[in-house]
């Protein structure tokens, strides 16, 4: 008996499980420009929920808020009369208060508005359920493909996205870092690493 499992081991071998490409073979950058989350908000509108996804990524990207936060938004986490919203972190990061612009207090009153049924969530699916973050993630790859962003799109790229685009336009760190919802500094770093605007007149023509 043991000679035939033997046999069967050298003409079969086992079977690899296939590993997953790292993220630089996948795409040249791991954040979204403006321009491209604005496309995929419009890309979003065209969908059977196109509010309710539009506002998904517009407050994702505004609150670089992660997919399970997103997810986990209730609705008593918006304060409607003090224009703010009150952001729970996960992984042990720092809670903060936000302000909402009047596009977001509009855009969050009409899908207040629309919820039928109506929910202590913000974003729920057709059966009224809390929106998944698998959910999300691939809602995002449907915006990405249809705003013709050239790369696989992921959920985090909005988080990354918020960074880098209030980092490029002069936030200073400390903020940046208590917006995110950092405990350590060197995550935030990262996005003013990135920003053109610390080579800025470096030359001059």
């Not at 995929?40 to 998904?56: L, Y």
């Not at 992660?66 to 609705?75: G, N």
């Not at 929106?131 to 799109?153: D, H, N, Y």
Request: charged share 30%; net charge positive.
């Amino acid at each position: 008996m043991s000679n035939v499992v033997v046999l069967r081991e050298a003409v079969e071998p086992k079977r690899q499980t296939p590993t997953r490409r790292p993220n630089r073979e996948l795409r040249t950058r791991e954040h979204l420009l403006e321009h491209e989350v604005k496309k995929m908000i419009e890309a979003a509108k065209s969908n059977r929920w196109g509010h309710r996804d539009s506002t998904m990524i517009l407050i994702a990207y505004r609150h670089g808020l992660r997919a399970s936060e997103l997810c986990d938004l209730r609705w008593d986490q918006v304060s409607f009369s003090g224009a703010v919203l009150h952001v729970r972190r996960r992984k042990a990061g720092t809670p903060a208060t936000h302000p909402l612009t009047g596009l977001e207090m509009r855009a969050l009153r009409r899908l207040k508005r629309e919820q039928q049924p109506s929910s202590p969530y913000l974003f729920v699916s057709e059966r009224g359920a809390p929106f998944s973050t698998e959910g999300f993630a691939r809602l995002l790859q449907r915006a990405g493909k249809v705003a013709k962003v050239p790369f696989p799109i992921h959920p985090h790229m909005l988080r990354h996205a918020c960074g880098y685009k209030l980092a490029n336009d002069g936030v200073d760190t400390r903020a940046l870092q208590a917006y995110l919802g950092h405990k350590n500094i060197q995550h935030t770093v990262r996005y003013t690493e990135l920003s053109p605007g610390r080579f800025k007149n470096f030359w001059k023509d």
